[in-house]
């Protein structure tokens, strides 16, 4: 089982900067492909942004420039560098992780950006 801890959510103007870090529990955190994804209420969550275990990352479109996804595999951390915020990435922020068929989920963290 593999424990995930989102932080770094919080209140921004639109235009800020957050960082957002999710830490994971185990030894298996370089083995694993990691994400970021985000939901708001009555939608479905979505995709944010990817990154495997070798580093290749992926990006939704809508943040595609403004966010980028990195990982620290000796701190068993993932970060999402979030710039030019927009209102419109109010969402709670959840880290996911995948290992072969098994996949895990944080709790969330709260991102909202004020206009």
């Known amino acids: 089982q593999v424990q995930l801890v989102e932080s770094g959510g919080g209140l921004v103007q639109a235009g800020g900067s957050l960082r957002l870090s999710c830490v994971a529990s185990?030894?298996?955190?370089?083995?694993?492909?990691m994400g970021w994804y985000r939901q708001t209420p009555g939608k479905q969550r979505e995709l944010v942004a990817t990154?495997?275990?070798?580093?290749?990352?992926n990006y939704a479109n809508s943040v595609k420039g403004r966010f980028f996804i990195s990982r620290d595999n000796a701190k068993n951390t993932l970060y999402l560098r979030m710039n030019s915020l927009k209102p419109e990435d109010t969402a709670v922020y959840y880290c996911?992780?995948?290992?072969?068929?098994?996949?895990?989920w944080g709790k969330g963290t709260l991102v909202t950006v004020s206009s």
């Open positions: 996911k992780a995948n290992l072969g068929l098994r996949e895990f």
């Open positions: 185990g030894s298996i955190f370089s083995l694993m492909a």
């Open positions: 990154i495997n275990s070798a580093g290749s990352t």
